[in-house]
């Protein structure tokens, strides 16, 4: 393909590295699609089978909603699990094909599952396939995006999650009238059939690539996707931070990783205790509390998706231009801001005029601001923070944690609020999300604009640096 000449913006004429990314992104859709359908497709899963018992055994028809429910994210834990590792084996993309293929098995298993049992292992399957998703989506992108642009090109996997989300609403308020769960649960094969038909033309990460000792071909995808003039320094730069062993997990404690770590798990954690998932599953029953009916209150949700998604194409729009920080830091002083308002309107006794409507519009800014800043800052930093050598198992690592934080929030909101009152536990939220932003303010790095060898030795000289300040040694390299 040719590719501009002509220096100053070279890497936004590169039209095909938008088609790569946006194709990689389509990860995210399968994530979004997956989290947004379910709470619609469970009102009818109800009418068809009987949800007294589970191989025989017999069990309270909540339970077993709650494991049809939370079957997906013990899929997902179990995929980010593996799939961190899988992506160093295997590689990037031979990974997204994966996904796809157990994303698409999963959703085709639901969509004919004859009884419970078969519906909850589609439900696992399908997990699992996000799990990978999840992780390689944000990876893939990050290794293959020009620095200038990865933010905003990483931040496309965010939008897609976003979309993924909002399309399920829709395709939960088209299939509602006939009760029909099964297509809203068996049309996740759509996006999964167009990601791997997709991902077959698609070249593998110039990163891993590399590692592999693959040099040539890493040159090869590097032209396909950069201007002339930037392969050679590329590549040297790649080359100057490459290690021939590849990392172990251990190598995530080294004292120049473990910083990162930190910040890898901390984002992660917070993503989900400051209570967004809350908002994506339980929408349609908070909104009702507020005062407004049943239908009412699901086209508030769609309303509540499309925030979600407009608001991520801002971040889309400056993550390259501000930064990570002024949007995440942004991000969180709103979120919190606004789980104090909507915690004080629901502390008013009768929630209804024109409280409903402070609670309702103040439900609405705190996904705004969650999705200009924690979610697309988030996948995007853990793609960027760690060690080429450890990249993908750390990022496993830290998405592990963050479905696991998904699955304890959303298994425990309904007991807070029995135990705490709606304003408590918004209020709790709040609490969380001001700790969030003082980790943040002190210990999240600015990534904007350094490829991501930069970002390593910058991370090593550091490292080394205060360690020879602390201990009067020089620091050997592994
Ligand atoms: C989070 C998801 C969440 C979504 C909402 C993502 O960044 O990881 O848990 O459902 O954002 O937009």
Do not use: H
């Not at 079957?71 to 994966?98: E, W």
């Not at 995440?328 to 104090?340: S, W």
């Not at 996904?367 to 996948?379: C, D, E, N, Q, Y």
């Not at 450890?390 to 699955?407: D, I, P, Q, S």
């Amino acid at each position: 393909m040719t590719v501009s000449q002509s220096g100053e913006s070279a890497d936004e004429r590169n039209s095909f590295i938008y088609v790569v990314a946006s194709l990689a992104a389509l990860n995210g859709l399968l994530f979004g699609f997956d989290t947004g359908v379910i709470s619609g497709a469970m009102l009818y899963v109800r009418e068809t089978f009987e949800l007294a018992t589970i191989l025989g055994y017999s069990m309270n028809p909540s339970y077993v909603e709650g494991i049809i429910v939370s079957g997906a994210m013990i899929g997902a834990i179990v995929g980010a699990g593996l799939g961190g590792r899988l992506a160093d084996r295997l590689g990037r993309r031979r990974l997204i094909l994966v996904g796809a293929v157990v994303f698409f098995a999963g959703s085709l298993i639901m969509a004919i599952a004859p009884t419970v049992e078969v519906l909850i292992l589609g439900r696992i399957v399908d997990g699992i396939g996000v799990g990978f998703a999840s992780v390689v989506g944000p990876l893939y992108i990050s290794e293959i995006s020009p620095p200038k642009i990865r933010g905003s090109l990483v931040s496309l996997n965010q939008l897609t999650i976003t979309s993924g989300i909002l399309i399920a609403y829709l395709v939960n308020y088209a299939f509602s009238s006939g009760g029909e769960w099964r297509w809203m649960l068996g049309l996740g094969m759509v996006p999964a059939a167009v990601l791997f038909a997709g991902m077959l033309f698609m070249p593998e990460s110039p990163r891993w690539l590399y590692e592999r000792g693959r040099e040539s071909d890493a040159r090869e995808v590097l032209s396909r996707t950069r201007s002339e003039g930037q392969v050679g320094d590329e590549l040297r730069e790649i080359k100057a931070t490459i290690r021939t062993e590849s990392g172990t997990l251990r190598d995530l404690l080294q004292p120049w990783v473990r910083p990162m770590l930190i910040v890898g798990v901390g984002l992660a954690v917070f993503q989900q205790v400051t209570g967004i998932n809350t908002v994506m599953y339980y929408a349609p029953t908070i909104l009702e509390s507020t005062g407004f009916a049943d239908t009412a209150s699901i086209l508030a949700t769609v309303g509540i998706g499309a925030v979600n998604v407009v608001m991520t194409v801002v971040a889309v729009l400056l993550i390259d231009r501000t930064g990570r920080r002024p949007l995440l830091l942004t991000g969180l002083a709103g979120m919190t801001g606004m789980l104090a308002v909507l915690g004080a309107a629901f502390y008013m006794p009768g929630l209804s005029g024109i409280i409903g409507w402070v609670a309702t519009g103040s439900l609405m800014l705190y996904v705004g601001f969650f999705a200009i800043g924690l979610g697309p800052v988030f996948w995007l930093m853990i793609s960027e923070i760690y060690p080429m050598e450890v990249r993908g198992r750390a990022m496993g690592v830290v998405t592990v944690l963050n479905w696991a934080g998904n699955l304890v929030v959303s298994l425990t909101f309904l007991r807070l609020v029995d135990v705490f009152g709606q304003s408590g536990t918004f209020w709790l939220y709040g609490a969380l999300s001001l700790l969030a932003l003082v980790f943040c303010y002190r210990l999240v790095p600015e990534t904007k604009g350094r490829s991501l060898e930069e970002i390593e030795s910058d991370l090593r000289e550091t490292a080394f640096g205060s360690e020879a300040e602390r201990t009067g040694a020089t620091g050997t390299d592994d």
